[in-house]
């Protein structure tokens, strides 16, 4: 069972549009990462966020965490070929305590120039 | 600074034979991480250890060993590998905060014939 649904899996886009990816749960988390993997590397992380309600911006990238602390969005304004890749999120697992981060299975971003 | 290295890049075994892989991070962190990474999976957590001499089974162990003997180390070890342990192999670490970020290798690839 994962824990964390992303949604789309697969997303193509022109240079210059926005977009919004989306990590979803039916449990609370006391906080989520975003992480961005590009081809032959490991994630790389964005950004955390732990409380609910919570926006932050990485230049054209804004993150929320949903009120509730079960969700969050990830919106691209103005996508670059630069921005390019597969995207993760990830939890802690709270039965595990707080050692077991879990992830969901990405979603997968083109940007065509 | 290297932060987390892993040998090797790329390995083929045949079914039935053994290897370790070797995961050696020079950030002083005390949680090391082993993933591995399927097409539509996502990261899928191995085992992992909090501390020097300490390991622990994460979602999908069977199969697979570890060794933390040196704080710096971590070992993942294929006792007699099958196909389905075809994949492309993460190893982690992370300072120890349970908000900390992971910080990944770039990944083993591994094929089992």
């Known amino acids: 069972t994962q824990l964390l649904e992303q949604s789309p899996q697969f997303l193509s886009i022109q240079e210059g549009e926005n977009l919004t990816v989306y990590c979803n749960s039916s449990s609370v988390f006391s906080s989520l990462q975003w992480y961005r993997q590009e081809p032959g590397e490991g994630p790389v992380l964005l950004v955390t966020v732990v409380t609910g309600g919570e926006v932050k911006k990485l230049k054209r990238l804004t993150f929320q965490f949903g009120d509730a602390r079960k969700d969050s969005s990830l919106h691209i304004t103005a996508a670059q070929p630069g921005d390019t890749g597969l995207y993760l999120c990830?939890?802690?697992?709270?039965?595990?305590?707080?050692?077991?981060?879990?992830f969901g299975k990405g979603t997968k971003l083109s940007v065509i120039p | 600074n290297a932060g987390v290295t892993q040998t090797p890049k790329f390995r083929v075994l045949k079914t039935g034979q053994s290897m370790t892989l070797l995961c050696a991070q020079d950030m002083n962190h005390e949680y090391m991480y082993w993933y591995r990474q399927d097409p539509g999976m996502g990261l899928r957590l191995i085992h992992y250890s909090v501390g020097e001499g300490t390991t622990a089974k994460g979602e999908v162990p069977d199969g697979y060993n570890v060794s933390r003997l040196k704080k710096q180390n971590f070992l993942l070890g294929l006792e007699s590998a099958a196909p389905s342990q075809t994949s492309v192999y993460f190893c982690?670490?992370?300072?120890?905060?349970?908000?900390?970020?992971?910080?990944f290798g770039n990944g083993t690839r591994l094929t089992v014939t």
């Open positions: 982690a670490s992370r300072k120890g905060a349970y908000n900390s970020p992971l910080h």
């Open positions: 990830a939890g802690p697992l709270s039965g595990a305590g707080s050692y077991q981060l879990t």
